[in-house]
């Protein structure tokens, strides 16, 4: 065991994780930032980021995050390319404990910043196609499929919200969902099939994507959901609107989270229902999930970090308490 306690340790990197390790090496706190092997987030699975503010000519999702990286530890944040594999947080405003393997940290102040996943088809073509037309966010990507055939996967509230985005830009949007019915509100699909350019192909699901000539995304393989019978539909995008997977697993049991497994805060702050633990990005985020959203919650989370250990005493411990603090 490292007999250091921390200020603060921050959990995953991302957009929200690299701003809070930003701000608390701004104020001194000397984070100690465990960003995962996979560092960077959602965005390094990004090509093109055209909406992230200060970069009008856009920048690639990685570069992007690499310049993120190399600020926070600019100032002084100690990054380490590991994985988390356990926490156990104090109830009562204690030390926390964060585990990388067998190596254990205590810390006056956790922030976590382990992000969300795009549930994914996982089907054939999927994986490889994507970023050459298979997408999970029209918000980030619809520009790039101006008067191109599209499809959306999915029939919730999202499903339809990105479609109608989408529709701006393409010439066609084809909505494939497994049932006829949808579970989106009654207002959103109103307003969905009142566009022209939006499509309903229902009950399918989508079999494969395949590649066309130029080695993007050609064409999807439809399956009716119940004959069975299978249709290709030509297409230059897709986009994969069936939900996120927020990584909430080590802290489940531990703080509040929600039915859906996002990390629950308290109205408008960082501040978890555990003392001294803070959340940020898309790990709480049901709504935006975009990486500037993200940011500024990092930013937050950094902010109600630095407010706690300034507000909370710290006890002087000795090399005993720390021990049995340990054991």
């Known amino acids: 065991m490292n007999e250091r306690v921390e200020n603060v340790i921050i959990i995953g990197s991302g957009p929200a994780g690299y701003t809070a390790g930003l701000y608390t090496a701004r104020a001194d706190l000397e984070p100690l930032m465990i960003e ?8 390094q699975q990004t090509t093109d980021v055209e909406n992230y503010p200060g970069f009008p000519d856009g920048i690639m999702g990685p570069e992007v995050m690499q310049r993120f990286r190399e600020q926070a530890e600019r ?11 356990a926490v156990e947080l104090s109830q009562d405003g204690g030390l926390h404990k964060v585990w990388t393997g067998d190596q254990m940290r205590l810390a006056r102040a956790v ?41 959306i996967v999915g029939g919730g509230d999202s499903a339809m919200e990105e479609a109608m985005f989408l529709a701006k830009f393409a010439s066609r949007v084809a909505v494939v969902n497994r049932r006829d019915e949808f ?47 299978t249709r290709d539909l030509p297409i230059n995008g897709a986009f994969i ?15 509040e989270v929600d039915p859906a497994g996002y990390v629950v805060t308290q109205g408008r702050s960082t501040l978890t229902n555990v003392p001294g633990v803070f959340a940020a990005g898309d790990l709480v985020d049901h709504t935006y999930r975009q990486a500037v959203t993200a940011a500024g919650s990092g930013c937050q989370a950094a902010l109600d970090a630095e407010w706690y250990l300034r507000d909370t005493p710290f006890p002087v411990e000795t090399e005993e308490d720390v021990a049995a603090s340990a054991s």
Not at 76 to 85: F, I, N, P, Q, Y
Not at 111 to 136: C, D, F, N, T, W
Not at 198 to 226: K, M, N, Q
Not at 241 to 255: C, D, F, R, Y
């Open 75 to 85: 100032f002084g944040a100690r990054l380490e390319t590991d994985d988390v594999t």
């Open 36 to 43: 995962g092997f996979a560092w960077g987030g959602l965005l």
């Open 111 to 151: 922030i976590l910043a382990m992000g969300a996943q795009h549930r994914k088809l996982a089907v054939p073509g999927e994986a490889e196609l994507s970023g050459r037309g298979v997408s999970y966010c029209a918000t980030c990507d619809a520009a790039f499929f101006k008067d191109a055939p599209t499809l």
């Open 183 to 229: 579970r989106a509100s009654r207002i959103m699909l109103d307003r969905a099939r009142a566009m022209p350019n939006i499509e309903w192909i229902t009950p399918y699901v989508v079999d494969e994507f395949l590649p066309g000539d130029s080695g993007s995304l050609g064409s999807a393989r439809l399956r009716h959901s119940e004959t069975g019978a």
């Open 241 to 255: 609107a069936i939900g996120h997977e927020p990584q909430s697993q080590l802290v489940k049991g531990q703080l």
